[in-house]
């Protein structure tokens, strides 16, 4: 204030333009508000700023809580997919050895399968070759007994086929 | 013989009876071997698109003169029955049972050609070796049976027949 008197003076011949006066007032009430303040203030300000360095606090406590609860579940996770790494690993292990041994099988089924077919292509082979020697000693049968009968009938006149009659009633008689 | 043949034959030897007519069955074996060896004929008495009436002229005109009243009473009571295909098994039904009313047996001859009478008689005579009883012969011509004759005496055929010595060396070839 004296420095600010000391400098360049207003109207009514200090640095101040008004009543000096109103400044010492002004002062005056500006320090019963500041104390007022600081008496009033303080307290529920640092009340208020504890409570929310406490809840700062708090929420960081939280944060790392659930931070931690995170890391657990990720923990847990991480050893839930080793479990489920480990039995798709085992599945396919499984489905590995369940394969070559289908595998086996198939290829057992199939050596059967061939073995049988070939086995009833030779039976219907030997079958139908021995129905066709069948059918010709049939062919062959038919046409040397038409060719015989051709030849008796052609051979059957009058006096043979008496004979024949004769000869019949001579040995049903004997 | 079923039944019905056998009934057939009852009643043509009771009209025979009735007629007092003996030569009713002499007649109708010749009448059913003229139906045996001739399908036109067969076919026309068994045809019931050809009304009855027409059918039994058609057997009046064929008896006409060759037949007693009788027998082609009896062979027109056949066809109106529907009987025309049955007629060689009714005849042979009732010589079978007109010997066997004599004490006779009866025996069905088959042969290609006709029998005389002097063989007729010596296969008589012949047969009647074998069976201890005098034998009526019916002779039916077959010309399926090729040469010598085939004997049926109630169930024993004696076969000695070309036929019967063909099929045996057809089966020996086969």
Known sequence: MWILAAGEAGPNGNWIPHDVNEFYWASLAFLVVLAVGLWKGVGPFKAAMAARSQRIED????????QAEADARREAQLAKLGDADAEAQQIVAEARTRAASMKT???????????????????DINA?????????RSEVATSAANAAEAVVTDNLDEARLSSLIENYITEVGS | MSDAIAGYADAVLAIAKAEGDPNVEGQLATFAQAVESNEELT????????????RQQVIEDLLAGKATKATTAAVSMLVAAGRAKDIPAI????????????????????SAI?????QTQRLAAALKKQTGKDVDINVVIDKSVVGGLVTQIGDTVIDGSVRGRLTKMRDAFQ
């Open chain 1, 105 to 123: 099988e198939m290829i057992a089924k199939a050596e059967s399968d061939v073995a049988a077919s070939k086995a009833k292509a030779m039976e």
């Open chain 2, 114 to 118: 006709p029998l005389s009478d002097d």
């Open chain 1, 59 to 66: 929420e960081l406590s939280a944060a790392d809580n659930a």
């Open chain 2, 43 to 54: 076919s026309t008495l068994a045809d019931t698109k050809v009304p009855v009436e027409k």
């Open chain 2, 91 to 110: 005849s042979r039904a009732v010589l079978s049972s007109a010997s066997g009313e004599r004490g006779r047996e009866y025996a069905e001859v088959r």
């Open chain 1, 128 to 136: 139908g070759k021995g129905q066709a020697l069948s059918d010709i």
